[in-house]
């Protein structure tokens, strides 16, 4: 079996990757939270709603309303901003092509900056989507891997290194 993957990323690739990773954390890390504040937030509206209301149900509902439009403020730059940011540090290297050596113990990826060996411990996660892999670590680092690159035994032995090493799948 090959355990090379040889892949030349597009600008195209890599915001999308950007978007979905920083959605799955989102989503993996903040949903309880976001609904917790959306229920507060829905509470004080409904109790303040009322004929007569007074100088600090207005001032109650400024600051639940502020915090929300704050907050989806921030989600809306950091949408925006965190896929423009990795398209320019890719298009600061000479090339945007990687290659991937699967051995063992470890996984060495080649591109513009050098080699890296990282062993298979490292990876805390394995995202598997339909068209591209992420193969994450330090939980908010990750390197991608598509899918149409993946032959069905090496996906799974990936999958298995991973699994064998601590990691999770999803």
Known sequence: MNRQIEVTYTE??????TRRFLLGRLIQQRIILLLIV?????IFFLTSISP????YDTLVNGAVLGSLALAAG???????????GAAR????????QARFDCQQEYLEITNAVGV???PWHTFDELWKHRDMWFLVFNK???FIL??????????????????ENGGKVR
């Open 12 to 17: 195209a690739m890599v915001r999308s990757a």
């Open 38 to 42: 959306l229920c507060v937030a829905a």
């Open 52 to 55: 007569t209301p007074t100088r």
């Open 74 to 84: 921030i989600v809306v730059v950091a949408w925006w901003w965190a896929p423009a």
């Open 89 to 96: 540090s890719f298009g600061r290297l000479d090339a945007w």
């Open 116 to 118: 890296t060996k990282l």
């Open 140 to 142: 908010h680092r990750y």
């Open 146 to 163: 598509p899918a149409e690159k993946l032959s069905p035994a090496l996906g799974a032995w990936i999958e298995g290194r991973i699994r």
